[in-house]
């Protein structure tokens, strides 16, 4: 972790706040939501603040040892460049993130996903000074989602299939629902197709085959379910933005 003093850390904190205009925060009220990991950031993505359930997630003892803290100091490179461009997002155009679809591996190295909210954040004369944010996981999202309750057979074949060739017309079978019905109730729940959603489950856990382990490129797509290598190469820049070569020169060690 960045070696930041307490002392430091507290100035920090208490110079974001000042310029918010609020010592006190909302945010202690995302203390009392189950399943709800509350952040703070400043326009440097410094951790300005976060929930208990937060920082004790990422092996922090008090908030103030997080206070200043990146999110390269509790995740891989890869996973916090992602993070760190959508906060650069968000703060640069003042526009929200609402209820991103985030995958990756949770605490028992299963696939899960995690719906990410944030809003930028403002000084007393408007100007976006950082952001703050919610994560949840997609397993305390549910009772949020029970209207797409239908949907939910799919998800969970998709998370224990992802490895094999899936169709949509097989994912509309298992949740009873036509394919139109079953795109519907996905844009609905995750903003993203039912095909988009498998196609950034399979990227994210082939993405971390390309770091974590030596399979050859044309191995790994056809491990994910992939036609070929051509159509991984295509799907894994779309949602990457890099090549599975380039994206395992970068990151792989």
Known sequence: MSIFSKKIGKDLQLSFFDEIGSAQPLRQLFEHLPGVFFFLKDRCSR???ASSKLYERLG????????????YDFFPNQIADGFVRDDQQVMKTGESLINRVEIWYNEQRLLDWFMTTKLPVRNVKGEVIG????VRSYASSRKLLLPYSDISRAVEYIRSNHRQRITIA???KKAGLSMRQLNRKFQEAF???AQEFLAKTRI???SDALINSDLSITDISLEFGFCDQSAFTQTFRKHI????QKFRQRYHS
């Not at 908030?63 to 990146?70: I, K, L, N, Q, Y």
């Not at 952001?131 to 919610?134: I, N, Q, R, V």
């Open 47 to 49: 951790m300005m603040g």
């Open 60 to 71: 922090c003892a008090s908030e103030e040892e997080m206070v200043g803290a990146t999110d």
């Open 131 to 134: 952001l703050m944010g919610t």
């Open 170 to 172: 097989e994912l509309s």
């Open 191 to 193: 903003n993203m197709s």
């Open 204 to 206: 994210q856990a082939a």
């Open 241 to 244: 933005g890099l090549t599975p």
